[in-house]
């Protein structure tokens, strides 16, 4: 499964409006495709996930956050100044036993306020349906081979009800301050793409 291309003919009717108006403006010169691509990119996999990785390194750090997180997901991301479109958040939280995996089936329903924009191939037709349908190897298409016994639990997202994956909390990160901890949560591992960064010589992720 490739993750490295857009599906022109996948587009929801806004993406197909914007795509369309991006390719006018760029034949009038008035654009510079690459430079959009640039500003994407931040956005995408810079400044979008850092607000979800300090979710997730103040819930490492602090167990009543934690367990505010596990109860109420919405009103513990909110208090962080993070707020969506008014869909509800849920945290589900990896252990030894279980990994969990987001999903949106149906569309691309997808946790901006805390992710950023949506990677590619979240909205790609065949992440949506394998992920279901063969978690496991779709994981292993990542890059993350889990142990046989580890369940895999994949969570289904909606307009209404979004999912934001906590990782374990790495080895030899014990005094760690919430900015050192949150240097180690990528993007996809808020997706259950993948695990978080191991930690590495002298708090700097490995």
Request: some cysteine.
């Amino acid at each position: 499964m490739s993750h490295d291309h857009d599906h022109d003919n996948e587009l929801d009717p806004f993406a197909a409006r914007v795509r369309a108006l991006e390719t006018i403006l760029t034949e009038k010169g008035l654009i510079d495709p690459s430079a959009i691509d640039v500003i994407v990119e931040t956005y995408e996999t810079k400044i979008g996930p850092r607000n979800g990785a300090r979710v997730v390194a103040k819930a490492w750090s602090d167990p009543t956050y934690a367990d505010w997180l596990k109860r109420d997901a919405t009103a513990a991301i909110a208090s962080m100044s993070y707020t969506g479109q008014g869909e509800h958040m849920q945290a589900v939280f990896n252990t030894e036993d279980t990994h969990n995996l987001v999903v949106c089936t149906l569309c691309s329903c997808y946790p901006w306020s805390v992710l950023g924009l949506p990677p590619v191939w979240y909205k790609a037709p065949p992440y949506r349906s394998r992920a279901v349908i063969d978690p496991r190897g779709v994981l292993e298409e990542f890059g993350l081979t889990l142990p046989k016994d580890k369940k895999i639990r994949v969570w289904d997202s909606t307009a209404e009800l979004r999912y934001l994956v906590v990782p374990m909390r790495p080895e030899g990160t014990e005094g760690w301050s919430e900015e050192q901890l949150a240097g180690l949560v990528s993007r996809d591992a808020m997706i259950g793409t993948a695990l978080a960064k191991k930690a590495g010589i002298k708090g700097q992720p490995a």
